[in-house]
Nanobody
Framework: QVQLAESGGGLVQAGGSLRLSCAASGSIFSVGAMGWYRQAPGKQRELVALITSSGGSTNYADSVKGRFTISRDNAKNTMYLQMNSLKPEDTGVYYC???????????????WGQGTQVTVSS
């Protein structure tokens, strides 16, 4: 069984910073691309940032470019999101996603974490 667990969310003032972590655990054979998504109240879930399996390529939503940085530590099966210069519109539940192959599985599957709340006050 595979689990993704986010941590690092919280309440911060506008202009502040937070660092989110997403740790994959369980019977993992390999981890591919990973990403962060967020969902604000009353809105659809949206992509925030993506990172390839090697970490060599990243992609960001226009709204967070220059402020957020996605990274990963493959030795720890962990992904990070460093969020700087936070704005009230960054408020939402942040979810991590991973495309991974569990031990004994025949194909790659998409896994989601339970989400962590980020609230930015003005």
């Amino acid at each position: 069984q595979v689990q993704l667990a986010e941590s690092g969310g919280g309440l911060v003032q506008a202009g502040g910073s937070l660092r989110l972590s997403c740790a994959a655990s369980g019977s993992i054979f390999s981890v591919g691309a990973m990403g962060w998504y967020r969902q604000a109240p009353g809105k659809q879930r949206e992509l925030v940032a993506l990172i390839t399996s090697s970490g060599g390529s990243t992609n960001y939503a226009d709204s967070v470019k220059g402020r957020f940085t996605i990274s990963r530590d493959n030795a720890k099966n962990t992904m990070y999101l460093q969020m700087n210069s936070l704005k009230p519109e960054d408020t939402g539940v942040y979810y991590c996603n991973a495309l991974l192959k569990s031990t004994g599985a025949s194909h790659i599957q998409s896994y989601w974490g339970q989400g962590t709340q980020v609230t930015v006050s003005s």
